[in-house]
T-cell receptor
Framework: DTEVTQTPKHLVMGMTNKKSLKCEQH?????MYWYKQKAKKPPELMFV???????INESVPSRFSPECPNSSLLNLHLHALQPEDSALYLC???????????????????FGSGTQLSVL | KNEVEQSPQNLTAQEGEFITINCSYS?????LHWLQQHPGGGIVSLFM???GKKKHGRLIATINIQEKHSSLHITASHPRDSAVYIC????????????FGQGTRLTINP
């Protein structure tokens, strides 16, 4: 199984809603990532988890709250989002060898197919 | 100036043509990644290089560490190769993370 599964594929939410995005992988990877991608732009890193610990937070607003309950699961909790937060949210994973606080950047990344989020 | 520059930004070609996409970077790197993104979102990792050349089917990727430059070549291009191709480098200063190029939008016409 070399898949990263993201749910839901599409999400429409109001600015007062609370929702969660889910990401799952069963490849034994110990590094997991959330990226945000606006149309026709490259992905922007949001968060990195290494061995279930948050190792990188790219100054993301607190209305985005990541959670890594175990080595296979990564969640992104959304609350009080703004319309400008509408984007494709991508999850990725990598082997995460070496017990490093920062995952190595010379490891292949496996991406999920993303959640297309619209905030009304 | 961006740390990773790709060229061209857009490329349209006829089926069967040989395609080259270029990536230049200005920082020390651990590796360079070539990624493919089809309309609809999913990103696939095509290659990860730290030196030399790699080949997979009709795709070839090369890297010149001294010149800080990489190329992705597609031989005998096909309409299904139409996608956005993204170069990303793993930087080694500070918090290790990937820095992405802006992408090259490739369209192959039948």
């Amino acid at each position: 199984d070399t898949e990263v599964t993201q749910t839901p594929k599409h999400l429409v939410m109001g600015m007062t809603n609370k929702k969660s995005l889910k990401c799952e992988q069963h490849m034994g990877h110990r590094a997991m990532y959330w990226y945000k991608q606006k149309a026709k732009k490259p992905p922007e890193l949001m968060f990195v988890y290494s061995y279930e610990k948050l190792s990188i937070n790219e100054s993301v607003p607190s209305r985005f709250s990541p959670e890594c309950p175990n080595s296979s699961l990564l969640n992104l909790h959304l609350h009080a989002l703004q319309p400008e937060d509408s984007a494709l949210y991508l999850c990725a994973s990598s082997q995460g060898t070496g017990f490093s606080f920062f995952p190595a950047t010379n490891e292949k990344l496996f991406f999920g197919s993303g959640t297309q989020l619209s905030v009304l | 100036k961006n740390e990773v520059e790709q060229s061209p930004q857009n490329l349209t070609a006829q089926e069967g043509e040989f395609i080259t996409i270029n990536c230049s970077y200005s920082v020390g790197i651990s590796a360079l990644h070539w990624l493919q993104q089809h309309p609809g979102g999913g990103i696939v990792s095509l290659f990860m290089l730290s030196s030399g050349k790699k080949k997979h089917g009709r795709l070839i990727a090369t890297i010149n560490i001294q010149e800080k430059h990489s190329s992705l070549h597609i031989t005998a291009s096909h309409p299904r190769d139409s996608a956005v191709y993204i170069c990303a480098v793993g930087i080694i200063q500070g918090a290790q993370k990937l820095v992405f190029g802006q992408g090259t939008r490739l369209t192959i016409n039948p």
